[in-house]
Each structure stands twice: as C-alpha cells, then as structure tokens.
C-alpha cells in the first residue's frame, strides 16, 4: 500500500490550495479515505473523510464550508480542496486508508498513512 500527497506548499490568508492523494497497492474504489493534519505541538486531528463510494463525506467543524473532500476511483486519487485558509490551518496534511469509514475517521485505527505534506498559511 502506498499513498503519496502533493499540492502543499505557502499561501496566503485567504488563498485556496488543493491537495491530492495517489493511491496504490490496494482496490482503491474499496475503501474510506480521510485527510488529517498536525500542527507543530498539537495531536493529529481528522479534517475530512470521504465513503468508498464517494457520496457520504464529513468534515471537522473548523473546516466546515471551507474545505472539500472528493475523490476519483477511475484515477486511485483523493482531494482535499482548501478555501479561505487561515494561519490556524497550517500544518502537515496526511492521507489515510482503511476499509471502513468508522475506522478512517480514528487516527488510532487507520493502517495506511501518507507521508504527509507541508501547508503553510502566512502573510
């Protein structure tokens, strides 16, 4: 199993950032997918979770109307589309697998992690 993350990087206050996950090693279209982030000093928190299907999502309350998860089974990928970022959201962001969305969304419980990458939101 291997899951790579792209798109991170610097933006400003306000800015937009999209994230992607590729995902191999495992039947993609099987599995829950989730997005996490941890900021430095801070426990990894769950941002957003996504069905195997795709049409049942959830999200954190703090990035409720900003942030979308989707995904492509044709592609093995899964996005996190950042809008109106805040300082607040700087961290590293970390994709996730597991079979079930009751497991995805419990950091303790996900067997597959990325590797995560940096999102950084500063003026």
């Known amino acids: 199993v291997q899951l790579v993350e792209s798109g991170g990087g610097l933006v400003q206050p306000g800015g937009s950032l999209r994230l992607s996950c590729a995902a191999s090693g495992f039947t993609f279209s099987s599995y829950a997918m989730s997005w996490y982030r941890q900021a430095p000093g801070k426990e990894r928190e769950l941002v957003a979770a996504?069905?195997?299907?795709?049409?049942?999502?959830n999200y954190a309350d703090s990035v409720k109307g900003r942030f979308t998860i989707s995904r492509d089974n044709a592609k093995n990928r899964v996005y996190l589309q950042m809008n109106s970022l805040k300082p607040e959201d700087t961290a590293v962001y970390y994709c996730a697998a597991a079979r079930l969305l009751a497991t995805v969304v419990v950091s303790r419980r996900v067997p597959y992690w990325g590797q995560g990458t940096q999102v950084t939101v500063s003026s």
């Open positions: 996504i069905i195997n299907l795709g049409d049942s999502t």
